[in-house]
């Protein structure tokens, strides 16, 4: 329904994923350089999973629907160097919405380095997978994510937390552990990805309730609302503060540390559902 994926750019090529359009390769003058028509993407809420780059190769995080995969690109050519199919849901129209539809990722892959190896993250309906990024080998599980997915992972070197949608399970592990650091059962209602910052989780609620935990411990140290919002958005973490977008256009500026503060806000006047981007 929307362009929903975030543009990736290693500097040369501008790369963008627009569901059934296809995936595509732009200069910065605008010129297309390449183009793959990946198949229909069908689902009653869309997609909204973006193109994760590391060196010369483009992730992607296929779904949700009757077709899923994920799947690693050449940069220059967009040949497909590796595809793991993994398990559908129901391809909807748009707006026809039934429980059929309660299964499926939007969430971006992300890529780490540990254990000697750079793994790309995806998180998936019940499950995230670690796949070896150059071969797409499954390297570990890790079970216990509800049937919708909506952020991406996040990892601080050493703890990644898995996040679920819809008010579902959300935990924290050593990546390839067994059992997880710690679990919550049932989480905030989330669609954006939180930051870490020293040592602490950052995660905003749909209802705009902002939580801080200890990242390997799971333990809260605090919670504030930011006043009449509603947020679809990720939050950015830059010069140790936070940056917002509620869905009316109002960002805001979050002091990280022991308290919630909001040390500015300002408004655009316009709807949005985008997260901000730091420039310089």
């Not at 150059?134 to 990892?155: D, I, M, N």
């Not at 209602?189 to 705009?208: D, F, K, P, S």
């Not at 006043?227 to 140790?240: R, Y």
Request: glycine share 12%; with cysteine.
């Amino acid at each position: 329904p929307y362009a929903s994926s975030s543009p990736v750019t290693d500097g040369k090529l501008v790369i963008v994923w627009f569901g059934s359009s296809g995936l595509a390769a732009f200069d910065f003058n605008g010129k297309q350089i390449w183009h793959r028509d990946l198949g229909k993407q069908r689902h009653t809420w869309g997609y909204g999973s973006s193109p994760t780059l590391a060196g010369n190769r483009v992730y992607l995080n296929f779904g949700p629907g009757d077709r899923s995969f994920v799947a690693a690109f050449d940069t220059a050519t967009c040949k497909t160097l590796w595809q793991d199919e993994v398990k559908p849901g129901k391809g909807q129209k748009i707006g026809n919405w039934s429980l059929d539809d309660t299964w499926g990722s939007w969430s971006s892959p992300l890529m780490i380095s540990t254990g000697g190896k750079q793994q790309l993250i995806v998180t998936l309906p019940e499950t995230a997978i670690a796949y070896e990024s150059a071969t797409g080998e499954k390297l570990w599980r890790a079970p216990g994510l509800g049937t919708l997915v909506y952020p991406s992972p996040v990892f601080d070197g050493e703890t990644l937390f898995l996040a679920s949608g819809f008010g579902g399970p959300n935990f924290a592990l050593k990546p390839g552990a067994q059992s997880p650091k710690w679990r919550r059962e049932q989480g905030r209602q989330m669609i954006g990805t939180g930051v870490v910052h020293n040592g602490r989780l950052y995660t905003i609620a749909n209802n705009g309730v902002v939580d801080c935990a200890d990242m390997a411990t799971g333990d809260l140290k605090w919670s504030g609302r930011l006043p009449a919002s509603t947020v679809w958005s990720s939050p950015v973490l830059s010069g140790g503060k936070i940056y917002v977008m509620n869905q009316t256009g109002e960002v805001f500026v979050l002091a990280t540390g022991d308290e919630f503060k909001i040390v500015a806000s300002t408004k655009l006047d316009e709807a949005a559902n985008a997260s901000v981007v730091i420039a310089g």
